[in-house]
């Protein structure tokens, strides 16, 4: 009747992996009294049923994969890799190997019960070591490569003067004049909440 059929105790659950479900009559699957992952699974996702009265839950998951390297282009060894969900909550923390990248996880795309579906997604993605930060947000949808590319980390009044350049506060800065002078193209200046105080010598700013 469906291509995938659970059921069990209130409270258990069960995890499928790199599978695909095809189910050409009815619904893909039908859950009661479980808490599903799907982790890298092909599915219809319309096509999933809850029986009415029974507490289940399913977690759709993806696998990521993330590279992090330095703007030449090798490979950042040791660096620290935080990933964020949509609404700033933490998801994991981790280090990226040798050849630069982290050991494959898996991240929720969704969680859906009877009623709701809730997206988790988009995720942003940081990778900092004591003087360089990158970031990059994926809506993750399917498995996802992707990568980093570290930049100057800012965390003092200056001159913004490389091009093509995120450059990321990680505290907030004051100066007593002009605190950042910008002399190139396509600059950004992340501030990540940090504030900025200039025009202390005379008229405060922030």
């Known amino acids: 009747r469906y291509g995938l059929e659970l059921s069990a105790l209130q409270g258990s659950s069960a995890t499928l992996i790199d599978s695909k479900i095809n189910e050409t009559k009815l619904n893909d699957a ?3 009294n479980i808490n599903l992952t799907f982790i890298n699974v092909d ?8 029986t009415v009265g029974q507490e289940a839950n399913l977690d759709v998951r993806w696998y990521l994969d993330i590279y ?6 090798t490979q950042a060894h040791g660096v620290n890799v935080t990933i964020r969900g949509k609404d700033n909550n933490f998801i994991l923390e981790t280090f990226t190997n040798p050849n630069g990248y982290i050991n494959t996880t898996n991240i929720t795309e969704y ?3 009877i009623s709701t579906m809730v997206f988790l997604s988009n995720y942003t993605l940081y990778a900092t070591n004591t003087t360089l930060s990158g970031q990059r947000q994926v809506n993750l949808t399917t498995n996802t490569n992707t990568y980093i590319t570290l930049q100057p980390s800012f965390i ?6 490389t091009p093509n350049t995120l450059y990321t506060l990680t ?4 100066s007593t004049g002009t605190c950042f002078t910008v002399t190139a193209d396509n600059v950004t200046l992340d501030c990540q909440g ?8 005379g008229i405060g700013n922030s």
């Open 111 to 113: 969680i859906q019960n």
């Open 194 to 201: 940090y504030s900025i105080t200039y025009g202390t010598g």
């Open 171 to 174: 505290q907030s800065v004051t």
């Open 30 to 32: 039908l859950i009661a």
């Open 43 to 50: 599915f219809n996702k319309s096509k999933i049923q809850f």
């Open 68 to 73: 992090v390297n330095y703007s030449n282009g």
């Open 156 to 161: 003092d009044c200056g001159t913004l003067s």
